[in-house]
């Protein structure tokens, strides 16, 4: 007999936190991206290094700190609705 698998529909916040899971693994994916080719650019010369590459970590590691800090408020405030009283 096959299981009636039933699966609970994912709520907005959950939803909203995969969100800025994602972005912040992005983010700082991004700034080690763009500071390894920095690197490697500097080390063979410098001559092919993007404009602009340099500001990539400046502006995407702040936002992986925003978003991982929206991500921890988020996960706070949903364990304290749904903590339940000892009885």
Partial sequence: ????????????????????GYGFIAC?????????????????GGAWTPVGLGLVPMFAMPLGFAFLVALLILSSKRKKLNKQPNE
Avoid: D, P, Y
């Fill in 28 to 44: 700082v994916g991004l700034t080690v991206l763009a500071v390894l080719v920095i690197l490697f650019a500097a080390f063979s």
């Fill in 1 to 20: 007999m096959a299981k009636n698998k039933t699966t609970k529909a994912q709520t907005s916040s959950s939803r909203l936190e995969t969100v800025l």
